[in-house]
């Protein structure tokens, strides 16, 4: 059976418009050469990421799916507590 988690859709669009913003500058080959602009987009789009990543996605993970990632278990070899 399939889980299912309640997420407030103002966070969804959220995370959207920030994946659209990111897909936008990395499906062009020449974009990312520029070191410079690789640069100055993360300078502007890192705090997004990390606000995305630590205060919003992960919160939507129950504690116990949180809990099996912190400690390895599926899904990456730690959570936000790595970062």
Do not use: C
């Amino acid at each position: 059976m399939t889980k299912t988690i309640q997420v407030p859709l103002e966070e969804v669009i959220r995370v959207f418009r920030f994946l659209e913003k990111v897909h936008g500058e990395m499906h062009q080959p020449l974009a990312y050469q520029d070191a410079r602009r690789v640069e100055a987009f993360v300078e502007a789009n890192y705090p997004e990421a990390r606000e995305l990543y630590y205060g919003v996605v992960w919160n939507w993970l129950p504690r116990e799916v949180q809990a099996v990632i912190e400690h390895g278990g599926p899904g990456g070899p730690g959570g936000p507590g790595d970062g």
